[in-house]
């Protein structure tokens, strides 16, 4: 069984395992350390499997909205709704903080993705034109808004 739970600094080496794992550029140790202890805008969750770290999301929670930074899981916990798991702790997190929409950018190669993140109502709002460094590829980008607070 898979447990999400809130990302802490003792996690930062089977994050780094799998930011590794899932990313050509990817964060340092250092970044995470940032995150973990200096940005008050930060939210992390990981996926384990026992004691092992499968998987992360994060996101950044900037005045009424949220920024996605990253979802990875590894490759063998894909297709297992690990993804999805980590997906729903993010959105739960903004409708408890009452924000208004989150949003991110994925590969605009990055069908999997893009299925994920639509599945849970975000849709393509723009681009981003050679947004990630390692292939020069465009990034989509892609917002939900939370209907509840839009309507107040």
Known sequence: MIDIMPMTVEDIDGVLEVEESCFAIAWTREDFVRE?????????FVAKDGERIV??????HVVTEGQITNVAVMDEYRNRKVGSALMEALIKT???REMIGITLEVKISNYPAQKLYSK??????????????????????MWKYFESFMSE
């Open 36 to 44: 973990m202890t200096q940005n008050k805008l930060a939210v992390y």
């Open 55 to 60: 998987g992360y999301a994060g996101m950044w």
């Open 94 to 96: 903004a409708e408890e």
């Open 120 to 141: 849970y109502g975000f849709k393509p709002e723009g681009f981003r034109k050679n947004y990630y460094k390692d292939t020069n590829e465009d990034a989509i980008v």
